[in-house]
């Protein structure tokens, strides 16, 4: 069994945008199964498709499973087995000893930039980068199974 122990934060968007940055993995995502306490989603790059499996435990700790799967396979799951999609480019920023991985939606939820750190329990301390700021990992909102039902650019901000 795995277990994904994640925290969650909002990135500056002028930060973000000086910071030098390598080549981000477009992303385009669908739920087959989204409920509060478990998901199941495909998700498919431009060469790759991955099978993922969460349920949560707390606000930080989840089981996860995550799978390969041959591209086009992915492909036909996203079309026929998915209704609402995320579209994403990820960038996976080292900092400190850790990796963040950092989200910038499109679509439906461009605007918004969140940042993710996994951490190997959840009291083990880190630093953030100066680009990152409020944390998010306790609001359900900016979870992507829920962006993908109730998208950012329908927020009342």
Excluded: C
Aim: overall charge negative; cysteine-free; glycine content about 6%.
């Amino acid at each position: 069994m795995g277990v994904e122990i994640e925290r969650k934060f909002l990135v500056d968007h002028a930060a973000w945008g000086r910071l030098n940055k390598p080549a981000g993995v477009r992303y385009k995502q669908g739920y087959m199964l989204n409920e509060k306490d478990r998901t199941v989603r495909i998700r498919v790059s431009d060469d790759r498709a991955y099978l993922n499996l969460k349920s949560r435990s707390t606000a930080v700790s989840r089981k996860e499973y995550e799978y390969e799967i041959p591209l086009r396979d992915g492909l036909e799951i996203l079309e026929h087995f998915t209704q609402n999609h995320i579209e994403k480019v990820r960038y996976d920023i080292p900092f400190s000893g850790k990796t963040w991985e950092v989200d910038v939606f499109e679509g439906d939820n461009a605007g918004l930039i969140v940042a993710e750190i996994e951490l190997k329990s959840e009291d083990e301390e880190f630093e953030k980068p100066t680009w990152v700021t409020a944390e998010v990992t306790d609001d359900a909102r900016y979870t992507n199974a829920s962006l993908v039902k109730h998208p950012f650019k329908t927020w009342d901000r």
